[in-house]
Structures are given as C-alpha cells and as structure tokens.
C-alpha cells in the first residue's frame, strides 16, 4: 500500500450511541473518530462491554447513532439517506458473525442463506444466475458445491463460518466487517478461517474492519489497530507501532496479559494492571494527540509528557 | 521424577456414548499418571474428549456414556489401598470423593452458580456437606475463603447473588466454592475461556498461588496453548480420544514429536509471520462413531507413513518424561523433519535438559 496514495474508505466522526431513553439512558459509544484506508485491515480490541461491537453495529446501521456521522467513500451513511444509496451502501458493507452456530438461519437451506442477500437487491435476477453465484461463492470459501441443498446443522464450526463468509462476499462487498469471527472456533480451525479472509483480502481488494478480543490474532492479521475502554478509543497505530510502544496504560494491561505459548517468557512475565481511577482528568481532560507519525493516543498534559518522555528513549 | 508420588493413575480406558442408536467411543485405552502437587495440562480440540476423561474422576459423567473397561485408581484416601473410581456407580458412592478428594471450576461462570441463592449459601452449602459447619462458623469461614480468592469486601459480598458479581469475580466465587470443600484434586475445565484477557490472567494468577497455599493438585483442561505455557508444569496433548504426546512443559513446546502437536503449535498466530499464510491443519477430525485404524491423525498428516494408516502406534520415550504415540519415533522410520517453525523454536533450546519438570 503506498503511503501516500491512501484512500479513505470510511470515516467515522464523533460517533456516539447511546441505549435507553431518560434515567436508564446508556452511553456505549463517547465519540468516537477514525479512517479507514482502501484495502487495509483495521483492528478495533477491546474487552467485553468495551463498545466495539457496537461501532461495527452502528458502522453497517443495525444500531442507529446519536451523534456524529458515518461516512462511506466520502458519502454519509447515517440517518437518512437516498433509497438508492441505502441499497447501494447495504451492498457494499458487509458483516461476519461470531458465533457461526447462532447466526445462519436453521430452517434454511445453505442455498437460501447465501443467496438471500441477492434475491433482495437484485430480485430480478434469474434462478439460473444466482445457483451460478451461489456455487460459485461456494467453491471461493472452499467449500463444495453440492453443500447448496444441505442445512447449517450438517456442518461443523469451521464449515459454517466459510458459509457465513460465502453470504457475505456474494454481494460484493467492498468493506466487510469480521466481528470475532474466529473466536468460536477451534485453534487449528482458526488458521483455515483466518488464512481465507487474507486470501480473499489480496484477491479482491477488500478492506476489512476486524473486531476482537485478542491481540495475538489482531497482530498477525491488522495493519492498524484502535484500542477502545468504555466507549472510548485511548490508542490508535500500526500495528508494529503499538506492539513495540504501546502508551495507554490500558493498551500496556491487555498486551501484558496476552498468553504466550512459550514456559520461558510465561514464567519470567510481568502483569500490568490497569487502573482506570489513576487519571487524574477533573482539572486537566485529556486530549486525543498524534504523538509521533499515525501514532495517536488519549491523555492530559501530564500523561503525554510521560509518554513522549518514554518514547524518546 | 520417580520419586513423586502418584496420586491418580488411569489405566486403559475406554469410555463410549450411546448415540442415536450408534455407539461413540469417545476415550479410546489411555493410560495416565497424575502426581501429587503437580499441575498437569490436557490439551485438544473440542471433541478431543478432553472433558469426557475427567468428567470420570468426579463421576459426572452423562447419562448415556459408560466406562467400558479399564481402571482409575484413586490413592489419596490410602496410598496402600487404591479407589478405583471406574467402579464407583451411586451418587452415595461418589459422595466421599467428589468435592472432598476431586473437585471442578467449570468453564462458564455465568451458569455454573445458582442465580437464586446468595453467595455466601452456596458456598455455606459445600461447608455444611464437607466439613459439617454450620450457622456462624460456616459463614465465617464462607466470609475467610471469599476473602482468599481475592474477592475484596467479602463481608458485604456474602450476602449477594450471583448476577451483582462481573464474570472474573464470578469465576472467583466458583473457585471459592471448590475450594470450600478443602480438595485434594482441583480440575479446571477451560477456567477462563469466558473471560477477558486481563481478568484470565489474574484468575490464572489465583489459581497458581492457591494451588502452592494448598498444595493441591490441579488438571487444567484448555484448547489456549498461551494458557497452558503459564500454568503446566506437564502437558497432555490429546486427539481424537487419545493422548498422542506428554511431557514437561519444557519438552512439549521446545521439542514436540508428535505431528499433531507440530501441527498445533505452528497455527497459532502468536508465531505467525505477517503477510504469510499462517499453517493450518487440513480437513476435520475423525468420526468417533468408526472404528479407528492406525494413527488417527494420519488422515490429516501430510507427512503420515504407510504404517500409520495400518497400525496403531505404541508410545515411543523420548526421555524419563516425555513419550509420544507416533511411528516417527521408531528406529526404522524415515527421517522427517518437522515444520519450520517448530526447528526454529528448537534451535532456541538446543540443550534441552530431559527428565525433569519443575513444580
């Protein structure tokens, strides 16, 4: 990807979603702001409850937004819109599922739930053509064919996670959101799973927001990666960046805690624990700054005075 | 090593599931040996039959599977005199055992507890089966081991219910609840695959340090290789009902023999090269309802030997600790080199020291 040829896909400004109405109102999302580039892999890590499902929910308009706005290759998304452009938009962003037992429909057959999405954009389009397709997205996800008149229940984690991709990449999408798609398989299941997005990523161009827990995944597959606590985005760099100097003292727990397969480093290994009350924000907030080059963290003046110190050194 | 003492010794077992009219055998022969303060890892996929193997030391198996043959002897209540818990059927019969002797953390905290009773009945439950403690003295020590697995304000605590507990803190007052019944056995079933990874590592933590306070012996059972470097001092690895390999932590991650574990340590991305394709083992594993011919991992193996879908392999040792199922390990197999990954984490550990596991 060249530097400077990097074309915005989606942006995301202030975005804000709140649950609830009045006293039992919720904020799951404080205002959240960032870009993705055309073909890249975006990470969005956080624990549970932190908000970053949410985003991805809002990003394709299942959860509606409060505030800010959602732009699509240049063009918002959020709130209402043209039927043209929501048919165009529902086309070109995509979502794959966690849990892959939970998210096919059961009494469906796999025919049915991969060319659902094209009978309703494209209704028009002959029984013969969609089978072709049908079996075509089949055979990409490397599954067979002949798979078309069977239903989810005949297949295993593994199989059923490439038959949500296939739903998904029959439209295509330009921009796929993977919300923990690998999270409910099995180790050696994982790698199948992970090496076919990537495969599809290099042959089609998509651009990807990634959503997960784990940070060992996020570092093999992300280029860029958001760390997110309460709705709340505190670190935001490449990958190799946040990995080799990771500020928040948020982003530094979680990489502290990630298990590594190795008895060596496990036993020698130091826990971070994050604090949140050790911020001292009532006289001094913090402000969201680019502390070096696509490296861009949360923080008041007296934190980032300690994190420039730590990055000059 | 020969020094330890055995404290539960499983010999050949077989456990199989009756369904749908067809016959599942689930846990096929394996033999084991587990020591006294150790803490042991089996590691598998989902179906390995890591589970099944021991939900039978707790007797807490499902209705449709039964031991088929084979012993599980049992040599904490008297060393000279073992239990043979494969025999155990009642729940009268397992009622010394169980708790007392073995104990279980399940997985999923969020329904492991009952959401209708406080915390502190629950574990004043354990007490007053257990150690016949009652009224004020069961909710002082109810209030005591509250307070040893790290749960803050267990006064306050004691008289809530599970759902104003978060998930770690929950795992907490499970573990809580185990150790309630003062165990010799603690098996951990997957502790902290519900869990965020800050909050794992610091149940992962509790456990250790209550493992060395007790001295108790703990099984973990978990797909995490990350989980299992942190807490094993050995390691089972288990496929398809069987255990392929086991060893000192030491030996399983720097020298592994078995294919499957090869195979196992190269697709995790911890180890992974960006912008390559990660390994990944090809197609799914066996149906256990079919009888099983040879290694059971041949189908899967792109390096498997003839021999391999003919016979079965005996266990080759390796060292005093270390024995793997596989033919590679015979005199007259063919050499083969393992993947790349796994030579690269061998030259890191070159002087391997055979024989010894800490802990």
Redesign the interface.
Known sequence: MAEQAREVLLQVRDMEVTFGKGRKKFVAVKGVSFDIFKGETFGLVG??GSGKTTIGRAIIRINPISRGEVFFKGQRINGKISRALDKSVTQSIQMIFQDPMASLNERAKVDYIVAEGLINVHPEMPRAKREEQVSEALSEVGLLPEFASRFPHEF???QRQRIGIARSLIMEPQFIIADEPISAL???I???V??LL??LQKERGLTYLFIA?????M???CDRIAVIRTGTIVELAK?EKLFEHPLHPYTR??L???????????RT?V?E??DPTRHQYENDPPVWVEIEPEHFVLGNEQELADYRARLAK | MENKEIILSVRDLNVKFSLRGKVLHAIRGIGMDLYKGESLAIVGESGSGKSVLTKNFIGLLDNNGWIDSGEILYYGMDPQHPVDLAKLKTDEEWRDIRGKHVAMVMQDPMTSLNPLKTIGWQIGEALKLHQNLRGEAARKKAIDILSDVGIPEPERRYSQYPHEFSGGMRQRVVIAIAMACNPRILVCDEPTTALDVTIQAQILHLIKELKEKYALTTIYITHDLGVVANVADRIAVMYAGDIVEVGCADEVFYDPRHPYTWALLSSLPQLGIKGRDLYSIKGTPPNLFHPIRGDAFAARNPQALKIDFLHRPPYFEISATHKARTWLLDPRAPKVDPPEHIKNIRNIRKNMTGGQCNG
């Open positions: 624990e549970s295993s984690g593994g099995d180790v050696s994982r790698a199948q992970l090496n990537s495969k827990h784990d940070l060992s995944v570092r093999f597959i990958t727990a979680l502290s805690a990630i298990p590594m397969p190795d008895p060596d480093s496990e290994k826990l624990i994050y």
